[in-house]
């Protein structure tokens, strides 16, 4: 039995640098970040959805990403992804594409949504392990002073996102 599972890989250009993209056969995003280094992108994968063969081509979510930046920040809520997790984990993405741009949330308010009070380590988890960025705004959640947190593709980047969200609005 061979294991068919096919992907494309696209880097794009973005005011916050090169952002490359991991699509199933399905057009789905697998995984996502700001980076030229696509081994970086296919590590957040979840080894059960990771493409075993790749292949460089053009995406739909490429172009999803351009019209992001271009100010249309609800675009990238409609993008398909594709995940694998844990049933909290899937809750708790599933939750980040609720959170309207401009409105982030702190990783305790986070834990309320995804149905876990007080599982603000769990919800911060939920965060780091994202795979499919932006398509999926992990960036809208914040520490409790409002301070930006980590984020797996620098902190710049999320400062940058979260103001253009603030000022696109």
């Known amino acids: ?3 068919s599972r096919q ?3 696209q880097t794009v250009d973005t005011p916050d640098g090169p952002f490359t993209l991991v699509v199933d056969d399905q ?12 081994q970086a992108v296919l590590d957040r994968i979840h080894r059960d959805i990771r493409p075993v063969e790749i292949a460089e081509g053009t995406t739909r979510a490429a172009d999803d990403v351009a019209a992001y930046y271009a100010g249309d920040l609800a675009v990238i809520m409609s993008t398909p992804v594709a995940q694998q997790g844990t049933d909290m984990q899937l809750r708790g993405w599933s939750a980040l594409r609720r959170i309207p741009p401009g409105q982030p949330l702190s990783y305790t308010d986070f834990a ?14 939920i965060c780091a392990r994202n795979a499919p960025a932006l398509f999926v705004p992990c960036h809208r959640v914040l520490r409790g002073d409002g301070s930006l947190g980590g984020f797996a593709w620098g ?9 253009r969200e603030r000022n696109t609005h």
């Open 1 to 3: 039995m061979t294991d």
């Open 7 to 9: 992907g494309t890989v």
């Open 27 to 38: 057009g789905r995003v697998l995984g996502s970040g700001w980076t030229t280094d696509r």
């Open 112 to 125: 309320a949504l995804v149905g876990s009070p007080g599982a603000v380590r769990p919800a911060a988890s």
């Open 155 to 163: 902190t710049h980047v999320k400062d940058s996102l979260l103001r």
